[in-house]
């Protein structure tokens, strides 16, 4: 705490090398709240005293909102018990984490959107440093439990968003706008911040119209040029466009009034000469009021959307899918910790690391393939392949054939299916190979266009500082799942058809595309206002993998099937598989464990008669509840003895259905 206090006091004195490293150090803080030792010293960084720096009357609406302002007037009380000296101390510790966020600020603000200008790459490293830092604490439920208030109020995300170096999103702000987008995702997480429990799909719609009638009563009040936004319905004016629409034409002074009254920004004074601060420029408080209150997708439907291949642009991003982490520089990946926020934080995290490393091996795949066949411009200027691979074929046609209507509520189609031809001019073994293709096998599709005129004499790289997919021109790459050869008359053959004999070598094979991935390439290319080149038009190109190697996208759907159901984790091992609590607790023996132990467990037809379960349970006198032996047929309910007693004694009691 003291380190930290003096740190972010005397930032003047250290240089940005300095602080960048000072950051990896409170990141590995906050990162170890398993050590009694570091975890008290971090809640005196992030516990309910640092809401001081909160806004008034912010301050005020959060006390009545949580329920906290009894706790709060005790936690005042002991202050005024202390000496100025011990007070002082304390309110310099309570303010750590906001001094450092403002001269997060600085640094940010001195980087230019200006991509033409230079930029210090200290600086750069130092505002992911600090990034990976804030999205760290909001990850974890103990440490973003009181911050995520004080990172609202300063209004963090909505300044990273409008900084220069996020408007660099290609080059140099490429990691930190990733990182920002994981710190959007968290700072809104579907959570309960003081109790940890998770919000239905219908208290988050709850509490994202009580935001937004809370806008429309300060409108109606005191706004009249608003009245037709504050009467109308809250899902015809939550979208960032309606909400663009009704208050960019006003007037910074006008916004930073309606800020005011939703208490995201100091009150209005009416002394004379008072202005607001130059900071709150009308493009932050128009983005502020859309930030806050646009419609948000929830993260089960966020997840349903997501399409389940990689593509190009996730294939060759280092900082997803790094080649080399051998620097021990900062990814955007998700971290496993050993505390969660919610079941669906757990399985989301899981979900994206091993979609990643399956990215990584198709990507070692794909650049085998493609560096093996060579590719090179012919003179007519059509694409030519000088090589060939084993697990990759040129394409001879690709169509689509079926575009099945979207489901009730839903905008992706409800099935898409598309033919690729091959000549399979290779040898015996090989076409064995691709003629077997299994329903449900995962292939891939590719756009290759080099640029090249001269055929790549071996399949190595040339520069390795190139990347591969700009050195090899691959351009598209899409994912699909075999649905099985077609016949000459074009019927799919079944599992377990006999083949038909086949006249040429000429092979066709029909696919299930990934229908979220299709419907998003077709909305892209209809928003492009110039004329874009159909994806789907342009592929020439098809790779297969090892079947054993294959299994990603059943795992991938597995697990986003899990999330879609109701998790049902017994209340006693939930809080313990989150991280939280004592693990002791879910041992059978424990004195917890014995308020829910069952007194009685139905088997049904676990046993076929009552020899049967007496053998079962040879350890044990059995006892049945009636004499009647026509009667002693399952299924059977069995009463137990009380835990930790040495009662041996079953009473098995016959019921029926």
């Known amino acids: 705490v003291t380190i930290a206090t003096s740190t972010a006091e005397g930032w003047k004195e250290f240089g940005i090398a300095e602080q960048s490293h000072f950051v990896i150090f409170l990141n590995d803080c906050f990162n170890s709240l398993e050590n009694d030792m ?4 971090v809640q005196c960084l992030i516990g309910l005293p ?14 009545r909102r949580t329920g906290l302002k009894k706790k709060w ?77 004080v990172l609202d109020d300063c209004h963090f995300v909505v300044r990273c968003m409008l900084s220069g170096l996020a408007q660099r999103s290609e080059k140099e702000g490429k990691l930190f706008t990733q990182l920002l987008d994981m710190l959007k995702f968290y700072s809104h997480f579907e959570i309960n911040d003081l109790t940890g429990e998770a919000y239905s799909d219908q208290a988050f719609t709850e509490i994202h119209y009580d935001r937004i009638t809370s806008l429309q009563r300060a409108c109606f009040k005191h706004f009249p040029d608003l009245k037709e936004f504050a009467l109308a319905s809250v899902a015809c004016v939550d979208t960032r466009e309606t909400l663009m629409q009704y208050f960019s034409p006003l007037s910074a002074e006008m916004l930073y009034t309606v800020a005011a009254h939703l208490h995201l920004v100091p009150a209005v004074q009416d002394t004379e000469g008072w202005s607001p601060d130059p900071l709150y420029t009308a493009e932050f408080l128009l983005e502020m009021l859309i930030w806050r209150n646009e419609r948000r997708l929830s993260q089960l439907d966020a997840l349903n959307i997501m399409p389940l291949y990689p593509t190009e642009e996730i294939l060759w991003d280092e900082n997803l899918v790094p080649s080399n982490y051998a620097t021990g520089g900062i990814l955007a990946l998700p971290k496993l910790n050993l505390q969660y926020l919610t079941m669906h934080d757990y399985l989301l995290r899981n979900l994206n690391l091993f979609r990643l490393e399956s990215t990584y091996e198709i990507r070692s795949d794909v650049e085998n393939c493609v560096s093996r066949m060579r590719p090179w411009v012919l003179e007519d200027g059509s694409v030519g392949f000088g090589g060939w691979a084993r697990m990759a074929q040129p394409l001879l046609e690709f169509s689509v054939v079926e575009v099945a209507s979207p489901e009730l509520g839903l905008k992706a189609p409800r099935r898409v299916l598309a033919d690729f031809s091959v000549q399979l001019n290779v040898r015996p073994e090989v076409k064995y190979e691709w003629e077997n293709l299994r329903k449900h096998d995962v292939v891939f599709l590719a756009c290759v266009q080099p640029t090249s005129r001269v055929m790549p004499k071996g399949n190595r790289r040339k520069d390795k500082n190139v990347p591969f997919a700009d050195q090899y021109g691959i351009k598209y790459i899409r994912g699909c799942e075999i649905e099985g050869l077609v016949n000459e008359e074009g019927h799919v053959l079944e599992e377990g058809q006999e083949k038909p004999v086949f006249k040429t070598n000429k092979r066709t094979f029909r696919v299930s595309l990934d229908t979220n991935q299709y419907h998003a390439d077709y909305e892209h290319m209809r928003e492009q206002t110039h004329d874009t080149e159909d994806i789907y038009a342009s592929f020439n190109v098809i790779m297969r993998r090892k079947p054993k190697e294959n299994n990603f996208k059943a795992v991938l759907e597995t697990i986003r099937d899990l999330m879609n159901t109701r998790a049902v984790v017994p209340e006693w091992l939930h809080d313990i598989f989150l991280g939280y609590g004592d693990p002791g607790q879910a ?50 309910r069995v009463s137990l003895p009380p835990i930790g007693s040495d009662e041996r004694l079953l009473v098995v009691e016959p019921y029926q259905l």
């Open 38 to 41: 570091i975890r008290e010293q």
């Open 73 to 149: 007037l005790r936690l005042q009380k002991q202050d005024g018990k202390k000496s100025a000296d011990e007070l002082a101390e304390l309110k310099r510790q309570r303010s750590v984490m906001k001094r450092l966020m403002e001269r997060f600020l600085v640094v940010l603000n001195s980087i230019s959107g200006d991509s033409e200008e230079m930029v210090d790459i200290n600086c750069v490293h130092y505002c992911e440093r600090f990034l990976d830092f804030i999205k760290d604490i909001e990850s974890l439920l103990p440490t973003r439990r009181f911050f995520n208030t």
């Open 587 to 636: 041992d059978y023996s424990h004195e917890l464990m014995h308020e829910r132990f069952l007194q009685s467990l139905d088997f049904k037809d676990t046993f076929l008669d009552m020899k049967h379960l007496k053998r079962c349970f040879k350890d044990y006198e059995v006892k049945c509840a009636t004499t009647d032996a026509s009667l002693q047929c399952p299924p059977f």
């Open 50 to 63: 640092i809401w001081e720096c909160l806004l008034p009357e912010r301050l005020d609406f959060e006390l």
